[in-house]
């Protein structure tokens, strides 16, 4: 089953910067809008923002717009979600998903942050 | 935008039939046939069950269906099984003039 490929689990401190990795492993990666989303601990599941890597157009909800910088890189197949300024609730899981037909069909395990002093 | 409202708990015997409603607006669930349903185990990640209101993906068992009636839409879960109990999310995609996509609350089922 196609999977995309996170990043390791990270920890970090409340200021800190962070970037975290969702690899696409098949030869599909421009063609598919890429979302990320977030879950934070016994929470549901809240979309940040989506890209399109073929042309790296992206789009931010309201709730994170500002806060997070999503990006993509077609040579290496891989979108990136990054904080220049992370605080405690930043802290949870993070997954990244491609979208088709408007829906995430295809996600990545998973990114678990935790950002603590 | 909010969340789309879903019940926080649904339960069920094994066998039953259950049904998750989700509500949202005429800005989302209203005005796209575009509604996603997603199953996510303890610890696990979220399986795309239902996709456009209704549709499955190559794999989802047939007792899973999905349904819509204006701003309402309810996901189906038929002869419930116990690898049924799970979290459930709904989501519906916006529109550029709103948040694109937006999902519900989430609702726990609990098989009995």
């Known amino acids: 089953e196609v999977q995309l490929v996170q990043s390791g689990a990270e920890v970090k401190k409340p200021g800190e910067s962070l970037k975290i990795s969702c690899k696409d492993p098949?030869?599909?990666?421009?063609?598919?809008?890429i979302v990320w989303v977030r879950q934070r601990p016994g929470k549901g599941l809240e979309w940040m923002g989506i890209?399109?890597?073929?042309?790296?157009?992206?789009r931010y909800s309201p709730a994170f717009q500002g806060q997070v910088t999503i990006s993509a890189d077609t040579s290496t197949s891989t979108a990136y979600l990054q904080w220049n300024n992370l605080k405690a609730s930043d802290s949870g899981m993070y997954y990244c998903?491609?979208?088709?037909?408007?829906?995430?069909?295809?996600w990545g395990r998973g990114t678990l942050v935790t950002v603590s002093s | 935008q909010s969340a789309l409202t879903q019940p926080a708990s649904v339960s069920g015997s094994l066998g039953q039939s259950i049904t998750i409603s989700c509500t949202g607006t005429?800005?989302?669930?209203?005005?796209?046939?575009?509604v996603s349903w997603y199953q996510q185990h303890p610890d696990k990640v979220p399986k795309l069950l239902i996709y456009?209101?209704?549709k499955r993906p190559s794999g989802v068992s047939n007792r899973f269906s999905g349904s819509k009636s204006g701003n309402t839409a309810s996901l189906t879960i038929s002869g419930l099984q116990a690898e049924d109990e799970a979290d459930y999310y709904c989501?519906?995609?916006?529109?550029?003039?709103?948040?694109?996509?937006?999902f519900g609350s989430g609702t726990k089922v609990t098989v009995l």
């Open positions: 456009e209101d209704h």
């Open positions: 098949g030869y599909t990666f421009s063609e598919y809008w």
């Open positions: 890209i399109y890597p073929g042309d790296s157009d992206t």
């Open positions: 998903a491609r979208l088709v037909a408007r829906a995430a069909d295809v």
């Open positions: 005429s800005s989302d669930v209203g005005n796209y046939n575009l």
């Open positions: 989501c519906s995609y916006a529109g550029s003039l709103h948040s694109l996509y937006v």
